[in-house]
């Protein structure tokens, strides 16, 4: 179902001074604590270390579009190349500590730098997110060539449909970088 499963999470301040990180950063930074699967479009978002990091963003004042049109937030990743927006849904969930999600790759023929936006060949894929309403923490799921159908399968993934699927994702996981 999933063609990879993502973990990212802000990681604690004394792994950050470990490594070098920015602690107490304005934006905040998700680095992946362990993957399953494979997804080509991540490739040029690794940095030259190894590690796969996203910053969460919000887009008012950042993404120019109506209200009704904007997402609340944006990942976006090395090289200042926009990953995905996140579309959060309100479903009637029991799962208070989980908010659910939706985004895609960016479609633009080229970054607002002028380089070519090199998402452009993912563009059909969809990418579902599930989050802890601090977004310390996000799941990604990736499903190649699922834009067309993502509503329906970010609906299925918050009334469980998928968690035998989900549970497969997490336990296959690994970690990609030693922090």
Partial sequence: ?????????????????????????IVPRLDCVSMAGYYEGLKPLF???GQLKFYLMETRGLIN????????????????????SIFLQDFDTDKQAQC????????????????????????EDAYLFITNPGFTEFEILI????RYLIQGYLKQLANGTF?????????????????
Avoid at 7 to 23: C, S, T
Avoid at 105 to 117: E, Y
Wanted: glycine share 6%; charged share 25%.
């Fill in 65 to 84: 579009s109506s209200d009704q049109r904007r997402a609340g937030y944006f990942l976006m990743g090395e090289d200042s190349i926009n990953f995905s």
């Fill in 100 to 123: 659910f999600g939706y985004g895609e790759p960016n479609s633009n023929k080229t970054l607002k730098s002028g380089q070519p936006n090199p998402m452009l060949p993912f563009s």
């Fill in 1 to 25: 179902m999933f063609d990879c499963y993502i973990k990212m999470q802000q990681l604690p301040d004394e792994v950050k001074r470990a490594n070098k990180i920015k602690v107490e950063a």
């Fill in 47 to 49: 940095s030259s270390k």
């Fill in 163 to 179: 968690n035998e699927a989900l549970a497969a994702m997490r336990s296959q996981a690994k970690p990609i970088f030693n922090y």
């Fill in 143 to 146: 499903i190649r060539r699922g």
